[in-house]
């Protein structure tokens, strides 16, 4: 069986696929955009940091950026403040966090995560780290909010992977 189309034919064949990848990459980024994004409104942000920042002291914490790494039940996000010293002890004190012994086993994501601009933590150099005692950086861990935070005293900022599971 031999197939014949015209040229017109086979350039409006050719237009219409293209159409259809372009509306189907245009959708695509809509839902990345949509689901996985920076949150900016407050009503967005992970429990945890809002009792945290309901709860700190007044003008402890500026400059909030929060992250949708996005999950179906289980959600991770990051999160970067600028704190003072007093907010991050309170912190520490009130989710429980416990300081790593060992830096080698931070996380490789803590330093490769490259979803956002504003994740950095390579610019601090003298970051402290902190982490929930069920934080399991490569598995999914208990269920719960878990935490693994890194500060930098230095530049005031505190940088937080939370994994919140179902």
Not at 23 to 34: I, L
Not at 98 to 111: A, H
Not at 123 to 142: A, H, I, W
């Amino acid at each position: 069986m031999r197939f014949r189309f015209s040229l017109r034919t086979c350039l409006l064949l050719i237009t219409i696929v293209c159409a259809c990848f372009g509306v189907w990459e245009a959708f695509r980024w809509g839902v990345v955009y949509w689901v996985f994004r920076p949150s900016e409104v407050r009503e967005d942000w992970p429990y945890p940091l809002n009792t945290l920042l309901e709860k700190s002291p007044a003008g402890a914490v500026d400059d909030v950026k929060v992250y949708d790494l996005g999950g179906l039940v289980d959600h991770e996000y990051l999160w970067r403040l600028k704190c003072d010293q007093p907010f991050v002890d309170y912190m520490l004190t009130s989710e429980e966090l416990n300081p790593l012994q060992d830096n080698t086993k931070v996380p490789d994501r803590f330093w490769n995560e490259d979803s956002v601009e504003w994740w950095t933590p390579e610019d601090c150099t003298d970051l402290k780290f902190y982490k929930s005692v069920n934080f399991q950086p490569d598995e999914r861990g208990p269920d719960g909010e878990l935490l693994f935070v890194g500060y930098s005293q230095e530049h005031g900022i505190l940088f937080v992977i939370h994994k919140s599971n179902f």
